[in-house]
Nanobody, 123 residues
Framework: VQLQASGGGLVQAGGSLRLSCVAS????????VAWFRQVLGKEREFVAS????????RYTGSVKGRFTISIDNAKNTVYLQMHSLKPEDTAIYYC?????????????????WGQGTLVTVSS
């Protein structure tokens, strides 16, 4: 499955952005989608995940209450709505996918990745 992320950009602190990630083909069976982010020189960091049916979500502590992950299975698209953005949210954001519904926050657990979209939050 190929993933295409988009929606990044430059925003002032306190602003909002919505990232999108479109899958190249419909996925059958159970799976989990996630968003990660990476700052140059640092490891890729888990941001949020959701199971294909929307029943299970997880967020890293620093984005809880500000970011929302969602899935539109009819459009093969996963979203990351980001509010109250902070300069420390600046990073390249990647979407990822794995089979199954077990919660995994490690990047190595996800075999499918999008190309990344840059989010820059100015102070």
């Amino acid at each position: 499955v190929q993933l295409q992320a988009s929606g990044g950009g430059l925003v002032q602190a306190g602003g909002s952005l919505r990232l999108s990630c479109v899958a190249s083909a419909r996925t059958f069976g159970s799976y989990t989608v996630a968003w990660f982010r990476q700052v140059l020189g640092k490891e890729r960091e888990f941001v949020a995940s959701m199971t294909w049916d929307g029943r299970s979500t997880r967020y890293t502590g620093s984005v809880k209450g500000r970011f929302t992950i969602s899935i539109d299975n009819a459009k093969n698209t996963v979203y990351l709505q980001m509010h109250s953005l902070k300069p420390e949210d600046t990073a390249i954001y990647y979407c990822a996918r794995r089979d199954g519904i077990l919660v995994r926050t490690s990047a190595v657990s996800y075999p499918d990745w999008g190309q990344g979209t840059l989010v820059t939050v100015s102070s």
